[in-house]
């Protein structure tokens, strides 16, 4: 596909910017459908102010968050209180911590086949 220079308006500061054909490949190539709504120097200083587009997950590492709200339960394993980030339902078990850990590494957690298999 051939594609031609095209002129374009900012849509921040208003100024008369072009889509260059190569850009437009670029865009293309990398599955953006899209134009560019805002001239190069606007796009930059988005970007590096960090607003929008993006994954959400380049944002400072969740600086600005809101603190998440913990539930207290009763550890399943040794009866201490657990810190958890969900309102426990009482129909599985809640762990501490301290007893949280061991379990996530012991592998014990569920899910897996009993003895070896062999896929051909």
Same mark, same amino acid.
Not at 77 to 82: H, L
């Given at each position: 596909m051939s594609y031609a220079d095209k002129p374009m308006t900012c849509r921040d500061c208003g100024q008369a910017f072009v889509f260059s054909s190569g850009e437009q490949e670029f865009f293309a190539q990398?599955?953006?459908?899209?134009? /560019?709504?805002? %001239?190069?120097? *606007?796009?930059?200083? #988005?970007?590096? @102010? $960090? !607003? +929008? =587009? &993006?994954?959400?997950?380049?944002?400072?590492?969740?600086?600005?968050?809101?603190?998440?709200?913990?539930?207290?339960?009763?550890?399943?394993?040794?009866?201490?209180?657990?810190?958890?980030?969900?309102?426990?339902?009482?129909?599985? /078990?809640?762990? %501490?911590?301290? *007893?949280?850990?061991? #379990?996530?590494? @012991? $592998? !014990? +957690? =569920? &899910?897996?086949?009993?003895?070896?298999?062999?896929?051909?």
């Amino acid at each position: 596909m051939s594609y031609a220079d095209k002129p374009m308006t900012c849509r921040d500061c208003g100024q008369a910017f072009v889509f260059s054909s190569g850009e437009q490949e670029f865009f293309a190539q990398k599955g953006f459908t899209n134009e /560019p709504s805002r %001239c190069p120097e *606007c796009r930059s200083a #988005r970007k590096a @102010s $960090g !607003g +929008g =587009g &993006g994954s959400g997950y380049s944002s400072g590492g969740g600086y600005g968050r809101q603190e998440r709200e913990m539930f207290s339960a009763t550890c399943s394993t040794c009866g201490n209180e657990a810190r958890v980030p969900f309102q426990p339902r009482g129909d599985k /078990p809640v762990y %501490c911590s301290d *007893c949280f850990i061991p #379990r996530q590494n @012991s $592998g !014990g +957690g =569920g &899910g897996g086949y009993g003895g070896r298999r062999d896929y051909r």
